[in-house]
């Protein structure tokens, strides 16, 4: 059985599609950020507002990421 051999970006970014989507999924289901919310888990509202947005940032970054990887290497 011969499986073809695919180039590193395209590979990477094979790699980054599920880690994406998981930070995608915890971020939104922080929304909407609310003080209650964040005082369930015991932290200050603002730790709660980066964590969300954060991890919606960061799912969006590597997608982002390894599209400009692949459209910009050689």
């Given at each position: 059985?011969n499986?073809p051999?695919l180039?590193?970006?395209?590979?990477t970014f094979?790699?980054?599609i599920?880690?994406?989507?998981?930070?995608l999924?915890?971020?939104?289901?922080?929304?909407?950020?609310t003080?209650?919310?964040?005082?369930?888990f015991g932290?200050?509202?603002?730790?709660?507002?980066f964590?969300?947005?954060?991890?919606?940032g960061?799912?969006?970054g590597l997608i982002v990421g390894?599209?400009?990887?692949?459209?910009?290497?050689?």
């Amino acid at each position: 059985m011969n499986i073809p051999k695919l180039p590193a970006p395209f590979a990477t970014f094979l790699l980054r599609i599920p880690l994406s989507v998981m930070f995608l999924q915890q971020g939104l289901s922080k929304f909407p950020v609310t003080e209650t919310s964040a005082e369930s888990f015991g932290l200050p509202y603002i730790v709660w507002w980066f964590v969300a947005y954060g991890e919606v940032g960061s799912a969006v970054g590597l997608i982002v990421g390894g599209i400009f990887g692949i459209m910009f290497t050689k």
